[in-house]
């Protein structure tokens, strides 16, 4: 290592570098200075990816002026090649050769690929870890595989950060990121991450686990590697500058699961009520996946959704009674002797908004559905005593129900002679689309109707139901009381209500104004 570099790293290490290193790219340098211009205030740590510009050089002297411009800004320097997944065609000399000149314009950090390194003079990698700290990358686009013998081969090469990006093709692939970086801080300044859609979790853990920082994108629409979170999100919803050793970890987990709007939800709660913990997105293809990330990590609480809301009854050490008789479990707890409970916290979600409106003792409520959500709302019901008629498009789930929850079934045609208190809509008729309903409006025959769906927040059924006379509850009610009790077993404290609600209010409203731009635009 000679002087120079070493007072570089010395310095940077002063520097206290940031959490989120955000990553801009544009096709010509006055959109790249005017992009970081935008947000350096709120994002002082910056990737300028010199290899998204049709000519790198042209930038140069443009990069001189904002870093006399932004004395507090730190800028990395990057300009990859194809084989690491960057858009640089030119030579290896060159591409030294640029970061060399942006290192001069005051980048301080340069990032420089594996591939590029061995390829290249020792002397060339000296005088460009002179000029600024380097930052040795490797990238696997493909898997999560031979970390050390990476690390072995990278560190043969003088870096002041050795970066390793892979992709994680599981959950655990998290885990096994996050404890390479684990045994191998202490000797080298590693950054670490997976990429990917289920690469999240060390996205957003590895710097706890011990990377100096991690990466995010500008916007959507900008991400720079895939899975990449934007600097929004992993700032105000996943709270990245307080995630620390005691951080407690939660997440939803599901297969899909990636329109959940739990973390949006859940993180804001915990925010409110001031709890040191995190919620992480879980896209788990298999069961045994998300059980040996549960087990790993460890999750202190998980809320379950499709398709294993059922299967994984069998694999927690407890459940509760009215749990164990619903046979679905969307709620998991880590209890202090580390064991495994399981709750189902969608009965709160139907019980508790109906019992905010009416009285259920008698009340006569008509059940839509026989599946999980279903059974929750069935038994809920009955153990509040009111009386239960379900009513399915399979008969035969219905009857076995019935005999279970000792309620009744009814059939479709007798609709039309009966009066009920309130109908629960528990089948997805209607979900993501504004045409369908499960009931016909001369079918509707209630003083509340109540849909499961909350996505339209109006769905067809609440329009038809407003017209027949009925008020209505939107599913959305649901959601935020099934997750207000998830937040409740979790914490021990009051879930803050109404904060939640207007996160999921907000957060449909801008899905919901996505597909009418959509619409639009078709038309
Ligand atoms: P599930 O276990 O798959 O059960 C679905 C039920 O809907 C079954 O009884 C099924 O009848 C019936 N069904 C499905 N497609 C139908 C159709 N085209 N016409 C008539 N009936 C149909 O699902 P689940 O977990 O119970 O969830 C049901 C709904 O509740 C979903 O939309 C889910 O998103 C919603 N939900 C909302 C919340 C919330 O927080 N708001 C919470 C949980 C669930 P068959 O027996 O004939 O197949």
Not at 14 to 21: A, F, G, I, S
Not at 70 to 85: D, E, F, K
Not at 454 to 472: F, I, N
Request: proline letters at 5%; charged letters at 25%; aromatic letters at 6%.
């Amino acid at each position: 290592m000679t002087a120079a570099s070493n007072n570089l790293a010395a310095r940077l290490r002063h520097l206290r570098l940031p959490r989120v290193c955000v990553a801009v790219t544009a096709s010509d340098a006055n959109a790249l200075l005017e992009k970081a211009e935008a947000i350096v205030r709120d994002n002082p740590f910056l990737e300028l990816r010199l290899d998204y510009l049709s000519r790198p050089g042209l930038a140069l002297p443009k990069i001189k002026q904002f870093t006399e411009y932004h004395p507090q800004a730190v800028l990395v320097a990057t300009c990859r090649r194809p084989p690491s997944g960057g858009r640089f065609k030119g030579s290896i000399a060159s591409q030294l050769d640029i970061l060399w000149r942006a290192a001069a314009a005051g980048c301080q950090l340069t990032d420089l690929e594996l591939q590029s390194a061995v390829r290249s003079e020792p002397e060339a990698l000296d005088r460009l870890r002179s000029a600024a700290a380097l930052i040795l990358s490797y990238h696997d686009f493909h898997a999560t595989k031979n970390l050390e013998e990476t690390l072995k081969k990278m560190v043969a090469i003088p870096a002041d950060f050795y970066k390793v990006v892979t992709t994680a093709n599981t959950l655990y692939d998290n885990v096994e990121m996050m404890k390479f970086i684990e045994r191998n801080s202490d000797r080298y300044s590693l950054i670490g991450l997976c990429m990917g859609e289920q690469g999240l979790i060390s996205r957003v853990l590895g710097l706890r686990a011990g990377s100096i920082f991690t990466f995010a994108a500008v916007s959507e629409d900008e991400k720079t590697a895939p899975g990449q979170v934007t600097a929004r999100e992993l700032h105000s919803t996943y709270r990245i500058e307080h995630v620390d050793a005691p951080t407690r970890i939660y997440g939803v987990a599901g297969d899909p699961v990636a329109h959940s709007l739990s973390p949006a939800v859940m993180n804001a709660a915990l925010r409110r009520e001031t709890v040191n913990g995190v919620y992480l997105l879980l896209h788990a293809k298999t069961l045994k996946d998300l059980l040996a990330c549960i087990r790993d990590i460890p999750i202190h609480g998980l809320s379950v959704t499709m398709p294993y809301k059922e299967k994984i009854i069998s694999h927690l050490d407890n459940t509760d009674a009215h749990t164990t008789k619903i046979g679905a479990c969307n709620t998991v707890v880590r209890a202090q002797d580390g064991k495994l409970y399981g709750f189902n916290t969608d009965t709160a979600g139907v019980v508790r908004p109906l019992q905010l409106r009416l009285e259920l003792e008698n009340a006569k409520v008509l059940v839509l559905g026989a599946g999980g959500a279903a059974r929750a709302a069935v038994f809920g019901l009955k153990e509040r005593d009111a009386e239960v008629s379900i009513l399915n498009r399979t008969p035969g789930p219905a009857q076995k129900l019935a005999r279970s929850a000792r309620a009744r079934t009814i059939k479709r045609a007798d609709l039309q002679k009966l009066f009920f208190d309130v109908i629960v809509n528990a089948t997805p008729v209607g979900m993501g689309n504004s045409r369908e309903s499960p009931l016909n409006q001369n079918e509707i025959r209630a003083r509340y109707v109540f849909d499961m769906v909350y996505d339209p927040v109006e769905t067809r059924l609440l329009k038809l139901a407003k017209a027949a006379g009925a008020q209505v509850i939107p599913g959305l009610e649901m959601f935020v009381h099934q997750a207000a009790r998830q937040f409740e077993i979790w914490t021990g404290k009051p879930a803050p209500l109404a904060e939640m609600l207007s996160v999921v209010t907000k957060v449909l409203a801008e899905r919901e104004a996505l597909r009418q731009a959509a619409e639009n635009k078709k038309h």
